[in-house]
């Protein structure tokens, strides 16, 4: 474990959280646990789309990406007879093939036409999924999705042991991710991104490093969208449209993107408030208008994110000295 | 055969002409600003629930209506204007999500106001032109089409031959430059808003009555707005005029002898080729943004 010198007090903490993860499923209601479940796989989504920020350009085809996990992963089960398992990794697998087609045309632009050419891109695949009805099952989707195989008499249909399943995979995930950002890979996509051309006069073939983010981005993308597939149990184009690529958008941008931590916090407090205050306290049609209005006050009042307060947290908890940043990741990898 | 291509040439110019009501004031807005409303579908969504309220419900003269739909989604232009694109005028970004957090605020408003399902309304008139065997051209359309000519005559007027306009194109040309030649930025940006949403809202209001306005029909006239200002080359009008006409050619023809989810897949083929081969647009003369 990297930074072992960090302060007892975030062991404590990373303890606290992990043991709070664990036991969540025991004290939530079932409802809950379905929303734990896709929170989880949300988490493995904003991460990866983080990785693709840290070059610099935004997409606006993430989802549409993780759509392509989904399905590859629900078609290479459902009409191949492939283990789940297998057909998962052999989603995001997929995902990151389609990304690594889809990089030859789309890094001819940068910043705001890679927007809407991702997004085009994206809806073009959304599209083709839509118009054929062999092997997408048109405006329907696919239905009847094998869930993950039974082991023993422990069954994954129950979101609780999913829940499980979903914590292992993701933590794995974002250990991974985590690694790739720290690596010299990691430090050449910052590179890129604050200065493209002293990097390419050092030598870095940007394009190559821009397809590599996109690649692994939609790796784990296409893994979150195979956990999604696999638990759901069915899937449409619809569910994989722009208004969702919106609601990742707003994570990253609420939570904040400097930090490893801060799109994590962005969907976390998000989506709590969004399913679980706001449900309980009786507001249903108007959620959504209770949402943008979040979203404007904090675009407003945070710029810099949900993440810009977490120094500012720690100050008040521990008196001491602040390490801005550093201390609270390791936590994230058990 | 004959009378098919003629009807879908009047299809093609009816919807020519809303759509480049609509993309003419996102581009403005754009031009102008720097910032992508990605609220502009709501805007439109809008103006016709203006005309749900106010000629369906009270049984306002249908005219009337229209010309209220321009000013109140104008107000609305003005609205997020001054809540937040102006504190946001650094951080386009921002500037978007805000912008999408007031799509969802107006959403949810016509969602309470007036519910989920469509919204019929009894067109003002169901009289039409047959110009020649089988080919018709109803009043309605053809109100949308005189609308579109007259507003954007008006619009490319306003901004060749007033001293508004001189300074509006200025600060599309060069924010900062423009500033320096003592235009507020604030007051043009504040006109700017008000044209733009103002144009989305009367494009809303005159078609209303022919295609049943939902709550969320703001989302597929956003994606097509997109398309025509890539395609046109952001920040230019003549251009998203131009990419208008030819994507409501393309679209219609598509979906009338093929398919409409072909005819989508066509328009975003054509958006991705305009933006590999000139990211400018086929307008456009200069980077951007």
């Known amino acids: 474990m990297p930074r072992a010198k960090a302060n007892i007090w975030s062991w404590l903490l990373g303890f606290c959280l992990l043991v709070g993860l664990l036991v969540l499923p025991q004290v939530l209601s079932y409802s809950q646990r379905e929303i734990a479940v896709l929170l989880i796989i949300n988490v493995l989504l904003v991460s990866s789309y983080r990785l693709m920020t840290l070059t610099g350009e935004w997409s606006l085809g993430h989802v549409v990406i993780m759509g392509v996990g989904a399905y590859a992963s629900a078609l290479f089960s459902k009409r191949l007879g492939i283990p789940v398992p297998i057909s998962m990794l052999l989603g995001a697998a997929s995902a990151g093939g389609v990304a690594a087609i889809l990089s030859f045309p789309l890094f001819r632009m940068k910043g705001f036409y890679f927007l809407i050419g991702s997004f085009a891109a994206g809806e073009v695949i959304r599209l083709i999924w839509k118009y054929f009805t062999y092997p997408f099952g048109g405006p329907k989707g696919l239905k009847l999705i094998p869930g993950f195989p039974d082991i023993g008499s422990i069954s994954f249909f129950e979101p609780e042991i999913y829940y499980y399943l979903c914590l292992f995979v993701v933590a794995v995930s974002l250990f991974v991710l985590y690694r790739i950002e720290r690596s010299r890979i990691g430090l050449t996509f910052h590179a890129i991104h604050w200065q493209d051309k002293l990097a390419e006069s050092v030598g870095v073939d940007t394009f190559r490093y821009r397809m590599l983010a996109f690649v692994l981005a939609s790796f784990f993308a296409g893994l979150s969208g195979a956990l999604y597939a696999h638990y759901i149990g069915t899937i449409n184009p619809t569910r994989f449209d722009v208004e969702e690529m919106v609601f990742v958008l707003i994570w990253a941008i609420v939570g904040g993107t400097v930090t490893f931590y801060g799109p994590i916090i962005g969907v976390v407090v998000l989506t709590v408030m969004n399913e679980v205050i706001l449900r309980s306290l009786g507001f249903d049609t108007a959620r959504p208008m209770i949402y943008g209005g979040i979203l404007i006050v904090s675009v407003l009042f945070l710029p810099d994110g949900l993440e810009s307060l977490i120094p500012k947290v720690k100050g008040w908890f521990s008196g001491r000295v602040k390490k801005t940043g550093e201390v609270l990741e390791p936590e994230k990898s058990p | ?289």
């Not at chain 2, 039409?128 to 490319?156: N, W």
């Not at chain 2, 958006?271 to 400018?280: A, Q, R, S, Y």
Request: glycine share 10%.
């Open chain 2, 1 to 289: 055969m004959t009378e098919l291509i003629l009807q879908t040439v009047v299809n093609a110019v009816y919807a020519a002409s809303y759509m480049s009501l609509i993309a003419v004031g996102l581009v403005l807005i754009f031009g102008v600003m720097g910032v992508i409303n990605f609220a502009h579908g709501e805007l439109y969504m809008a103006g016709a629930y203006t005309v749900v309220a106010l000629y369906s419900q009270v049984g306002v003269p249908f005219f009337v209506t229209v010309v209220a739909g321009l000013i109140f989604v104008g107000l609305l232009g003005l609205l997020m204007e001054q809540s937040f694109f102006k504190p946001l005028r650094d951080n386009p970004l921002g500037g978007l999500i805000a912008s999408i957090g007031f799509l969802l605020i107006l959403q949810t408003s016509a969602v309470l106001g007036f519910g989920v399902r469509m919204a019929h309304i009894r067109p003002p008139t169901q009289a039409k032109f047959e110009l020649i065997e089988g080919v018709v051209l109803t009043h309605q359309r053809l109100f949308v089409i005189i609308a579109a000519i007259v507003l954007l005559s008006l619009l490319h007027l306003f901004l060749r031959k007033t001293k508004f306009g001189w300074a509006m194109r200025a600060c599309a040309q060069d924010r900062e430059a423009a500033a320096l030649q003592g235009i507020s930025l604030s007051q043009i940006s504040r006109i700017a808003m008000f044209i733009g949403a103002g144009l989305a809202g009367v494009a809303g209001a005159l078609t209303a009555p022919l295609v049943s306005p939902t709550p969320y029909m703001g989302h597929s006239v956003i994606v097509t707005a997109f398309i025509i200002i890539i395609v046109g080359g952001i920040g230019q009008l003549e251009g998203a005029v131009v990419a208008a006409v030819l994507y409501a050619f393309v679209h219609t023809f598509v979906t009338t002898f093929y398919d409409g989810v072909v005819a989508d897949i066509t328009g975003l083929l054509l958006m991705l080729l305009v933006l590999v081969i000139k990211p400018t647009g086929l307008f456009g003369t200069k980077e951007r943004a």
